[in-house]
């Protein structure tokens, strides 16, 4: 059945705003010419009311009050319409992107009459700069007089006059779309359309109308799938026609979409692939800032040399990587063409993110691990380290009772210190660190070898001592626990702080990943492995049978958190949770590591990693205990958390 254009549009901006990372962003043109995108984070927040400026052949702008309501306030017929035929008249271009091209080349002063060469300068008195455009294309006036004194008629180039004529348009948009939003008290306007397609000269000339017309206070926003969205609102009501409904979760999948990019680093998709997932995400109702919340630590985006060391290292790591996923299939005839498979996918998208970083809109850390998980699944691996974890698994399982009986019987302080040293040396068992695969494929590498890794106090982050002071005055009511790594980690650092925690009559929530990702304990994983360790432990077994140990998914395949986009079943869970424990470098230091909560919150991981130990002002090796008490609700605006660039902790 045919579906409303108009209500298709907004459908499909009001998904992508809500469940696409990094949808929305700010353009801005640096001094040197080079293209600056600031993306916003808008999964989990309230995006309504906002105003769309869509520009096609005309103009429209609507107002999008809430899903089901919005209404066309204004336009304008001079959009990319007016911009593609005027240019065609004026000039030899053949199609709207050689016309975008001319105006790149060109310069509007040589056509428009600016204040200055009316005043001679600025007109200070009213606020004009000399470089404010006076009249568009007012250089290219003709009269009777020059040809009667028998001046030679000026030639303009077209490429000055499409630059011209990109202003003038642009600047009629900007300034209309200002007025409407202030007329309608409106702080965010998202352009899309046609006319816009991802292309900087559009976006800054834009950019530059709206700063002007409201002196700063608003910000030009734009989409990076502006192209889609009646599209993918079509897709969403033909779904809904057939039972579906739009708060199911979504992500985007790396592994298929297949950006174009052009020279100037401009991207459009040929492919978008955006993959259904079967949890119900929400923001984690323990932050204390939900809107201020950053997942990311570092931001690649921009650091060049931040971005080459982590892009060499993912391309250095391929061939380890693939080696284990064709172990884990040994005996499947396919495996060894797969993992080709995946290796020449993964370096294509490495390539494509190192020539424009900002393709699949702010690059970190967590999104290169994702892209490589998603390229590992599409060709056929699901779990490649899962002979790994079994066997790390039952090495551990038979060392529980003897580190429980060496922990159990120390005076309070001591045992919480053993207990810390215990969750420290179990991460450092990370398959996804070169330096930790070096140790584990070097020779025989144990469990009592990784408590020596540990370094002597004082930790790099060292909050044990306010940590004890905290316990002793008042034990927990109830800890969420998101949890790292299979065998060691899980079984020989988390289990004995579980054991500890119930002890204190603490409850106990467990969160791990719905599925896999390097060799992080999953879900399903975790259920049988706390069943056993109850068959060795008593108190676990009682816990569980009385649900004061509960085992929950994320949600996640990352070996990072976003906790803006968690199962929800976590999220009802919150209620009763005083203590927030994220172990492990991706959890804790690559994401959350300047997050704030609600209540108590640890953070506990060893670093694995020579550049993150520098930024960090260790070394190698360094152990993360960060303890930080409750940010008070009243004052939640001291608790955002914020992408840092690289060099700046």
Known sequence: DKQDEMSCLIRGANFVLSQVSNESFMYEKGADGTSHYHYQNNIGQNIFPYL???????????????????????GTAMGGGTYWGLGSLLTDAKGFDELLNLAERGSSRNVDMLVSDIYGGEYAALGLPADL?????????????????????????????????????????????????????????????????????????????????SKGSIKALFLRHEGYLGAIGAFLAGSAAEGDTDDQAWVEHFATATPRQRKDSVMSYDVLELER??????????????????????????????????????????????????????????????????????????????ESPNIYGSLSIRKLLDMRGQCLLEAGFFDPYSKEKQ????????????????????PFRERMLALATNVLAGNVFDWGAKEVVKLLEGGKFEFSDSLKQVPDRPWLKDGLDEFCDRVEMKPYN??????????????????????????????????????????????????????????????????????????????SSSPCIDLSRVDHQICRMCSEVDLIVLEGMGRALHTNFTARFTCDSLKVAIIKNEWLADQLNGKLFSAI?????????????????????????
């Not at 007025?179 to 292309?199: D, K, P, V």
């Not at 066997?391 to 120390?410: C, D, F, G, S, V």
């Not at 960060?626 to 060099?647: K, R």
Request: net charge neutral; with cysteine; proline share 4%.
């Open 52 to 74: 769309l400026v869509n520009i096609g052949s005309g103009v429209s702008i609507l107002k999008v009050d809430s899903p089901t309501e919005y209404q066309r306030i204004g």
């Open 625 to 649: 205990f960060h303890y930080e008490p409750a940010v008070d609700a009243t004052c939640q605006s001291s608790g955002s958390s914020t992408s840092l660039p690289v060099g700046s902790l």
């Open 478 to 555: 109830c800890a969420l626990i998101f949890v790292d790594n299979s065998g060691f980690d899980i079984l020989l650092g988390i289990f004995p702080l579980v054991c500890e925690l119930l002890h204190q009559n603490t409850k106990v929530i467990l969160a791990a990943n719905s599925e896999p990702a390097l060799n992080d304990v999953q879900h399903s994983e975790l259920l049988l492995l706390a069943h056993r360790v109850g068959e060795r432990v008593p108190s676990v077994r009682t816990a569980l049978l009385e649900n004061r140990l509960v085992i929950v998914e994320t949600g």
């Open 133 to 213: 455009t006076a009249s568009s294309f007012g250089k290219c006036v003709r009269s009777h007089q020059q040809a009667s004194i028998g001046r030679p008629e000026r030639t303009f180039r077209q490429e000055d006059i499409a630059k011209s004529l990109l202003h003038l348009i642009s600047n009629d948009i900007g300034q209309i779309a200002y007025l409407n939003a202030r007329l309608h008290n409106l702080e965010r306007i998202y352009f899309a359309g046609y006319f816009i397609r991802g292309h900087p000269l559009t976006m800054h000339t834009i950019s530059y109308s709206i700063n002007y017309w």
């Open 277 to 354: 997932r079967k949890y119900k995400f929400q923001v984690l109702p323990l932050l204390a800032s939900p809107r201020g919340y950053r997942a990311d630590l570092f931001d690649l985006t921009n650091d060049a040399s931040a971005r080459t060391y982590w892009i060499d290292l993912m391309k250095a790591g391929t061939d380890k990587v693939a080696e284990h996923a064709v172990r884990s299939q040994l005996g499947v005839p396919t495996a060894g063409s797969r993992a080709r498979v995946f290796k020449q996918k993964f370096m294509e998208r490495l390539g494509c993110v190192e």
């Open 391 to 410: 066997h790390e698994n039952e090495l551990a399982l038979e060392l529980l009772q003897e580190q429980l009986a060496r922990i159990e019987p120390l």
